[in-house]
C-alpha cells in the first residue's frame, strides 16, 4: 500500500507561484511513475505532469509547471509559475506501481487526498 499526502495548495494572484509537494510511502518509490492531475470546478479530472526518468506535460501547463522529484525524501514536487485563473483546481498526486510513463488517470494505482490551488484575477 501506498500513501500519498499533498501540500501547498493555497490562494494566489494570477502570474503567481506555488510549489506543491507530494509526500509518498513505500520502498520503492524511485521506480513509482508519479504525476499530477487537477479537477477544476464543475469538470472532470485531466492531466497535468508526469515524472519517471523522463517529463511529461500538458499542453495547458507546458513551460510553467514543473514536475520533479526527490527520491531520497520520497516526494514529488509541482512548481507552478505565473498561475492563471484557468488553473483554479483540485490538484491530485498520483503514482503508479508501473514505471514507465503514462498520462491517463485510470492507469495510476494510488491518489492523495487532493489540494487545493485557487488563481484570483
Known amino acids: 500500500q501506498v500513501q500519498l499526502v499533498e501540500s501547498g495548495g493555497g490562494v494566489v494572484q494570477a502570474g503567481g507561484s506555488l510549489r506543491l509537494s507530494c509526500a509518498a510511502s513505500?520502498?520503492?518509490?524511485?521506480?513509482?511513475?508519479m504525476g499530477w492531475f487537477r479537477q477544476p470546478p464543475g469538470k472532470e479530472r485531466e492531466f497535468v505532469a508526469a515524472i519517471t526518468y523522463k517529463t511529461n506535460y500538458s499542453d495547458s501547463v507546458k513551460g510553467r509547471f514543473t514536475i520533479s522529484r526527490d527520491n531520497a525524501k520520497n516526494t514529488v514536487y509541482l512548481q507552478m509559475n505565473s498561475l492563471k485563473p484557468e488553473d483554479t483546481a483540485v490538484y491530485y498526486c498520483?503514482?503508479?506501481?508501473?514505471?514507465?510513463?503514462?498520462?491517463?488517470?485510470?492507469?495510476?494505482?494510488?491518489w492523495g487526498q487532493g489540494t487545493q490551488v485557487t488563481v484570483s484575477s
Open positions: 498520483a503514482a503508479r506501481i508501473q514505471s514507465s510513463m503514462a498520462t491517463r488517470g485510470e492507469l495510476y494505482d494510488y
Open positions: 513505500g520502498r520503492t518509490f524511485s521506480s513509482y511513475n
